[in-house]
């Protein structure tokens, strides 16, 4: 079964940091450009952060020196680290695969573009 699996976040208090994990089962990483994704309650879903293929990466301007997204292939994982987290960073984060690998500029927040999806994980910032 193909599947890619979100850990980590929870509550984090205003200022501080979390990294989340995005682990995927039944394929290789390596080849898929990995994208971070958020919705809040209320609002559509936006794009946070990608990591290409080549390991690329993209954030959205919100979010820029804050977070940080990297992978670890050998343990099949992409993480997106996030520090000086903000009440409005709460939200619902989601994971996703794209098989193209490669994704430039506005095209990474592309939702139709990923294949695989996680089933989502809260973060929720607040003291």
């Known amino acids: 079964q193909l599947q890619l699996v979100e850990s980590g976040g929870g509550l984090v208090q205003p200022g501080g940091s979390t990294t989340l994990s995005c682990t995927a089962s039944g394929f290789k990483l390596d080849y898929y450009a990995i994208g971070w994704f958020r919705q809040s309650p209320g609002s559509e879903r936006e794009g946070v952060s990608c990591i290409n293929r080549d390991g690329s990466t993209h954030y959205r301007d919100s979010v820029k020196d804050r977070f940080a997204i990297f992978r670890d292939n050998a343990k099949n994982t992409v993480y997106l680290k996030m520090n000086s987290l903000k009440p409005e960073d709460t939200a619902e984060y989601f994971c996703?695969?794209?098989?193209?690998?490669?994704?430039?500029?506005?095209?990474?927040?592309?939702?139709?573009?990923?294949?695989?999806w996680g089933q989502g994980i809260q973060v929720t910032v607040s003291s």
């Open positions: 996703a695969a794209d098989g193209d690998g490669m994704r430039y500029d506005l095209g990474w927040k592309n939702e139709n573009f990923y294949e695989f």
